[in-house]
T-cell receptor, first 113, second 110 residues
Framework: KAGVTQTPRYLIKTRGQQVTLSCSPISGHRSVSWYQQTPGQGLQFLFEYFSETQRNKGNFPGRFSGRQFSNSRSEMNVSTLELGDSALYLCASSWDRLTGELFFGEGSRLTVL | KNEVEQSPQNLTAQEGEFITINCSYSVGISALHWLQQHPGGGIVSLFM?????KKHGRLIATINIQEKHSSLHITASHPRDSAVYIC????????????WGAGTKLIIKP
């Protein structure tokens, strides 16, 4: 059974650009959540999607957006990149959003120059 | 005050020692997760608890719902157990958002 796949694994962008990150959950999982991890702030919640609907959103500016497709794959987009957006972006999937075990991808490491 | 508090923040022990990491939370939860992250690595789920106790190999996790407290124990610790251990809860009052503890950095010396 394939795990959670995140692409790309590494990317470098410059300030002002935009970026799209992809997350393919484990087959059968309908819940996908996104997290930002930085050395200073630790892990912070970005969004959660279940059956193509955003169920929760963290305290991030509107430059951060996401969506989920009918096959449960999810994308997140960050527009007008800032230096502070440099982070590891992690995606997790589960079959049940309340009590399901979480399965994490390896993450997408974004560097903004 | 953070909704999820972990202790200790850092822990260094000798190989073979019994390790305990604690997690206290202040919100109503549907589940509590214990997760492991190795340096530069991804996050791996160790346990998902909604009640009682679970055991997997040398790892044991317990939760006391009434006291809003959970513990992660490692028996016969080994240097490969060195990692950051994170407690996270599904908060019922925020539409089941996952709230993270700050993590416990564990170093096991040979």
């Amino acid at each position: 059974k394939a795990g959670v796949t995140q692409t790309p694994r590494y990317l470098i962008k410059t300030r002002g650009q935009q970026v799209t990150l992809s997350c393919s959950p484990i087959s059968g999982h309908r819940s996908v959540s996104w997290y930002q991890q930085t050395p200073g702030q630790g892990l912070q919640f970005l969004f959660e999607y279940f059956s193509e609907t955003q169920r929760n959103k963290g305290n991030f500016p509107g430059r951060f957006s996401g969506r989920q497709f009918s096959n449960s794959r999810s994308e997140m987009n960050v527009s007008t990149l800032e230096l502070g957006d440099s982070a590891l972006y992690l995606c997790a999937s589960s079959w049940d959003r309340l009590t399901g075990e979480l399965f994490f991808g390896e993450g997408s490491r974004l560097t903004v120059l | 005050k953070n909704e999820v508090e972990q202790s200790p923040q850092n822990l260094t022990a000798q190989e073979g020692e019994f390790i305990t990491i604690n997690c206290s939370y202040s919100v109503g939860i549907s589940a509590l997760h214990w997760l492991q992250q190795h340096p530069g690595g991804g996050i791996v789920s160790l346990f998902m608890l909604s009640s009682g106790k679970k055991k997997h190999g040398r790892l044991i996790a317990t939760i006391n719902i009434q006291e809003k407290h959970s513990s992660l124990h490692i028996t016969a610790s080994h240097p490969r157990d060195s990692a950051v251990y994170i407690c996270a809860v599904k908060d019922m009052d925020s539409n089941y958002q996952l709230i993270w503890g700050a993590g416990t950095k564990l170093i096991i010396k040979p």
